[in-house]
């Protein structure tokens, strides 16, 4: 868009400069959300939905919460999972806890799956970037983690068994360590992406069941309070 800018850990103000402009502006000047640790976690919060960890060159796009059509969220799982974030509350508050004015505006349905929400939200994160949104795609996604858990557990005991020989070297034993460290870390994401990837596929016909049951009474609602408008005037 022509904008210069300078965004540096390294740099104390972090400046924009427009296009036109010689000089330019530090951005903390434009308000308490342009500061650097502000910026710095508004990236983090847009992550969730913005798809920043999309592939190279990727057309799909998804769409940000706030221009988000509720009728959008039925065919896609990612949808699906974003709006009934957004509806318990997540992009509103996410750092604080609901009080019980708050709580009691919810949906009955949506009230028990309060307690799961950050639950839901990393569920809304894993679908995001690997780009699911259907159960065909979750189901590939989802024996792709499990085949590679199984290829790795069997390259760590093979690792683990080396390491036990007499006469490893003092660098293998070193490099065949760090290899089953590695190994192990990678393990532990992706056992807990598959549970993430199993709790979706349990879930997600409730979700969408229960989105659309909110959205029908709410409808049913409007309705109501249109034709109690029309007879009061």
């Known amino acids: 868009m022509g904008y210069k800018y300078k965004i540096s850990p390294n740099l104390k103000y972090w400046t924009v400069t427009p296009l036109g402009w010689e000089r330019p502006i530090r951005l903390y000047r434009l308000g308490?959300?342009?500061?650097?640790?502000?910026?710095?976690?508004?990236?983090?919060?847009?992550?969730?939905?913005?798809?920043?960890?999309?592939?190279p060159f990727q057309q799909k796009q998804y769409v940000p919460f706030l221009h988000f059509d509720p009728r959008?969220?039925?065919?896609?799982?990612?949808?699906?999972y974003l709006y009934y974030c957004y509806r318990l509350g997540y992009f509103n508050k996410p750092k604080e806890k609901q009080n019980m004015r708050e709580y009691n505006r919810l949906h009955y349905l949506l009230r028990e799956d309060l307690m799961k929400l950050d639950r839901y939200s990393q569920e809304a994160e894993l679908l995001g970037k690997h780009h699911i949104d259907t159960s065909g795609q979750l189901f590939?996604?989802?024996?792709?983690?499990?085949?590679?858990?199984?290829?790795?557990?069997?390259?760590?005991?093979?690792?683990?068994?080396?390491?036990?020989r007499k006469d490893i070297s003092?660098?293998?034993?070193?490099?065949?360590?760090?290899?089953?460290?590695?190994?192990?870390?990678?393990?532990?994401?992706?056992r807990r992406e598959l549970s993430l990837c199993k709790d979706i596929a349990e879930r997600s016909g409730v979700i969408e069941k229960n989105v659309e049951?909110?959205?029908?009474?709410?409808?049913?609602?409007?309705?109501?309070?249109?034709?109690?408008?029309?007879q009061l005037r």
């Open 140 to 164: 590939s996604y989802t024996q792709s983690v499990e085949n590679e858990i199984k290829t790795l557990t069997e390259e760590r005991k093979h690792l683990r068994n080396k390491i036990r």
């Open 170 to 190: 003092e660098v293998e034993l070193s490099k065949n360590k760090t290899q089953i460290s590695e190994i192990s870390d990678r393990l532990k994401t992706l």
């Open 213 to 230: 049951q909110i959205l029908a009474e709410e409808e049913k609602q409007k309705g109501k309070e249109v034709k109690r408008n029309e």
């Open 32 to 55: 308490a959300d342009y500061t650097n640790t502000r910026i710095q976690e508004r990236i983090e919060e847009n992550d969730l939905y913005m798809g920043l960890n999309m592939k």
């Open 72 to 80: 959008k969220a039925k065919g896609s799982l990612y949808n699906l």
